[in-house]
């Protein structure tokens, strides 16, 4: 891969002046010890020159000082679950894990909000909170392992946003780090503050604006009951026509998820959650709230279902039955390497009422690619996740085939209205991809926050723009 | 009212963008005025031109089925409601002036009412935006998919920035539909802590309600809630807040009540209008000693976000001090204020924001970035 070509100190140079300037056990540099940080969720890989694991703010912002002076990228990273290569160090220099910095700093219950630092797990976080009847919202579906802030980084959602929104929606104060070192706090522990709202901002801005050093996030009441049912159809047009018929009717639930029989049956080999395996595609609806109105939407969304010629409808009767149905999803993408070796996750978003059509252009594209795909997603949010399917072992044509559908894919989404990505970032992954969704007075204008932010450019560089080296051959592809 | 040489008022995005880049070029001051209802936000300052977005309406796209509106920023809130009323939805945002506001003014001024911990504020709705900058350019930001992380999240840039980055020219927000069943409660305290902790059981409480509203009254303080959705949630919301009440509460039509509340903004003509967000438990503290200032008149307290307005009349020294003790109190307490509103004889000695916000670099920086001659809406920047 072509990385631009930056000056600065790189290499071991750089390993000795940071471990000279956090202490030894801070940095990490032998090729075997910086082996395991040149990947993450997605693709793409690159080593990085060296690895630091701040144990504080004040090591955050003396490692970015240094960088700033040296010219040394800085890229941060969470659990390295994300899928969009956020992570990766792609022009070099030092990746900073915040393995170290995991501590829940605060549990404010009369303030329903948590001060936690960016190391934090996700679902460590509401099992902490839970003794509290709080927890926090987003719900990745890697959420036993990935960081908040990663989540912060990309405005991660999941399954239950739905109802409640993304990270950005329940994040009201950050301590950040720029990346000439300086500590900046933004918000606090109240619902707004003054002036720009830097805080929305930077959230989803993928380590590309500065550093999280710490996030102050709203915690909600857990919901006193839930309704969560599964639902079997012939095949995808029907399930997703019933998602369509749910949102028109004015339901909200907090999650609707959907599954195709290619999935659902990788899951059921994986995790035994008891989907139908001869079903042509499954909706996981669930409903959350007072107890009083739920089993009225419940028997709404039922009707909503037989409506649409679903052959089966099961009802979780206890937690643990819940759980199960739960576990299907959640686990459905680590099922995946049951049937491909490799895949890529795209992640585009369109209106809700387009669903069925996109979802017939899915398989015609991977039809006519000759690559498989399986789906599994929030259909709710008209957020598609197609598996598209290859086998490096094959050579490098069905990779490519892999990456025309996905182009394929996007390009769809966005025409009908919608986005490159819903959850999982642009990253690597798919900054050359920008241009199809955003003009260049657009792109223009994001670029003005990147430079009010990190005028030297060093903060996870390559990421989220456009980058002439590598995105030369596509831009000549992109219609705009 | 400011002074103004020349109105204009665009027809279209990129009418607008070739304005504001002619002033720049001239390094002429422009003010962007919508239903100019909120006039009265930010310090004074002289402007060459008024820049009008009314003639830049109407409904651009509703997809009833995918919860979405898409409308032209100048239109008048009132025309967008009644628009989505007649598909059964509405926008759930309970703003300020919502007779003559417009939907650009709206997004600008941040301008919530008591609905957003059950809906979410503006900045939670709003999912697309198209902006038109001082470099001539009409950008667009979000889309209309309810969940879309592309690029960084420039919306959530112009929600609040009271036009001095670049002038909205339309938006796409996520509705709902219109709830089948209402009901509202009263209630009367003696004491300010029984009434803020009788709301914060309410807005914790699951059939989440609608509007959880403490005013200040001569002899006591008054809860007053709302609630909406199906029949059966409505009531059990109103059976809790009930119970959370207690023996003072009482069944009522509360809609025109807290209207009234609501448009406070719109009446504190005379003396200064204190608005401040609070953590939510610091609420009672802050309303007790607020009601306690010499000049106090009026509280309107939104106790399930913690954003609470105070009215302050009297001589304009105690006025003065009585506000920059408010906003100082709320500082002190974890939360932010700022001086939403005051007579024109107090507005050279009350600034707006009488501190410098939490991240004033970065706000500088923002905003030599998108308006580098520094043309739009002087005496509205923060900091």
């Known amino acids: 891969m072509a990385t631009a070509v930056r000056a600065g100190m790189r290499g071991t140079a750089l390993v000795r ?68 290569g ?57 959420q036993k392992a990935c960081t908040l802030g990663g989540n912060v980084a990309e405005n991660s959602g999941g399954p239950h946003t739905l109802a409640y929104g993304v990270t950005t929606n329940h994040v009201t104060g950050l301590e950040l780090v720029l990346s000439d070192g300086t500590v900046v706090r933004l918000g606090g522990k109240a619902v707004e503050s003054e002036g720009y709202d830097l805080v929305g901002t930077f959230i989803g801005s993928e380590g590309t604006l500065g550093i999280v050093t710490e ?266 | 009212m400011r002074a103004t040489q020349d109105r204009v008022a665009p027809a279209d995005a990129g009418e607008c963008a070739a304005i504001l880049a002619q002033a720049g070029a001239e390094g002429r001051m422009v003010g962007i005025g919508g239903g100019l209802t909120k006039h009265y ?69 941040n301008a919530n009412g008591f609905w957003r911990a059950r809906y979410g504020g503006v900045r939670d709705l709003l999912i697309g935006t198209r902006v038109a900058l001082t470099d001539g350019t009409v950008i667009r930001s979000g889309g209309r998919v309810v969940k879309n992380v592309a690029g960084y999240d420039l919306n959530k840039l112009f929600v609040g920035s009271f036009g001095t980055l670049g002038v909205i020219v339309e938006a796409t927000f996520k509705v709902l539909p219109i709830p089948a069943a209402e009901a509202g409660l009263i209630a009367r305290f003696g004491t300010v802590s029984d009434a803020f902790n009788a709301a914060a059981i309410i807005a914790r409480a699951p059939a989440r309600a609608e509007a959880v509203v403490v005013e200040r009254q001569p002899d006591g303080w008054d809860l007053v809630v709302s609630a909406r959705g199906d029949d059966k949630t409505v009531a059990r919301a109103v059976a809790d807040a009930r119970h959370a009440a207690g023996s003072s509460a009482e069944s009522a039509a509360v809609g025109d009540r807290l209207a009234l509340a609501r448009e406070l903004p719109a009446r504190a003509v005379e003396g200064a209008l204190v608005r401040v967000a609070l953590p939510l438990a610091s609420q009672t503290a802050f309303a007790e000693a607020a009601a306690r200032r010499d000049t106090f008149r009026e509280l309107v307290a939104d106790a399930s976000s913690a954003v609470h307005r105070v009215h302050l009349v009297g001589e304009d020294d105690a006025v003065a001090e009585d506000a920059a003790a408010l906003v100082a109190n709320a500082r002190a307490a974890g939360g932010t204020g700022r001086i939403e509103r005051r007579s024109e004889r107090l507005r050279e000695r009350l600034r707006t924001w009488p501190h410098a916000p939490l991240g004033e670099t970065l706000m500088r920086r923002l905003k030599t970035q998108f308006d580098p001659a520094g043309i739009l809406e002087p005496g509205r920047s923060p900091g």
Request: glycine residues 8%; contains cysteine.
């Open chain 1, 17 to 84: 002046a940071l471990q000279e300037l956090l202490g030894a056990k801070k940095v990490l540099g032998t090729p075997e010890e910086l082996l395991i940080y040149e990947y993450d969720g997605a693709v793409d890989t690159a080593t990085p020159d060296a690895v630091a694991l701040p144990e504080s703010t004040a090591d955050v912002s003396a490692l970015a000082r240094f960088c700033y002076e040296h010219a040394v990228p800085i890229v941060p990273r969470g659990a390295g679950t994300g899928l969009s």
């Open chain 1, 86 to 142: 956020g992570a990766i160090p792609v022009e070099g220099g030092v990746v900073v894990s915040f393995a170290r910095m995991a501590r829940i700093l605060e549990i404010d219950v009369p303030n329903l909000r948590a001060v936690v630092q960016p190391g934090v797990i996700n679902l460590h976080l509401s099992t902490a909170t839970a003794p509290h009847g709080l927890y926090f919202v987003p719900d990745p579906s890697s």
């Open chain 1, 215 to 480: 996030i102050t996030v709203k915690l909600t009441p857990l919901p006193e009951d839930k309704r969560t049912l599964m639902a079997a159809f012939p095949t995808m047009d029907e399930a997703s026509e019933t998602v369509s018929s749910i949102i028109a009717a004015g339901i909200v639930p907090s999650a609707i998820e959907m599954m195709d029989q290619l999935a659902t049956q990788a899951v059921e080999a994986s995790v035994s959650a008891g989907y139908p395996l001869d079903a042509g595609g499954i909706l996981l609806v669930e409903v959350d709230g007072a107890r009083d109105g739920l089993d009225d939407v419940r028997e709404k969304i039922e009707a909503i279902c037989r409506a649409h010629d679903a052959s089966t409808i099961r009802v979780a009767a206890t937690a643990l039955e819940r759980e199960r149905l739960w576990a299907g999803r959640k686990g459905a993408f680590a099922a995946m390497g049951r049937l491909s070796p490799d895949y890529y996750v795209q992640d585009g978003v369109i209106p809700r009422t387009r669903l069925p059509e996109i979802l017939r252009l899915v398989k015609e594209s991977g039809e006519r690619h000759g690559v498989r795909i399986a789906n599994v997603f929030h259909a709710g949010d008209g957020n598609i996740h197609p598996l598209i399917m290859f086998d490096l072992r094959n050579g490098p044509d069905e990779l490519e085939r892999a990456k025309e559908t996905s182009i394929e894919i996007l390009t769809a989404c966005v025409e009908a209205g919608g986005s490159l990505t819903g959850e999982h970032g642009v990253g690597m992954e798919k900054n050359c991809y920008m241009p199809l969704q955003f003009a260049p007075a657009d792109l223009a204008a994001m670029r003005r926050v990147k430079d009010a932010f990190d005028p030297a450019g060093l903060a996870n560089p390559g990421k989220v723009f456009p980058t002439p080296g590598r995105c030369r051959e596509f831009s000549l592809a992109a219609r705009r």
């Open chain 2, 41 to 109: 936000l930010g310090d004074a300052a002289s402007l060459d031109i008024e820049l009008r977005t009314t003639s830049i309406a109407g409904i651009v796209d509703h997809v009833p089925a995918d919860l979405t509106v898409t409308v032209a920023a100048g239109t008048r809130f009132a025309d967008l409601r009644a628009a989505l009323a007649r598909a059964g939805q509405f926008l759930p945002i309970d703003t300020p002036h919502a007779d003559d506001a417009t939907i650009g003014g709206v997004i600008a001024a």
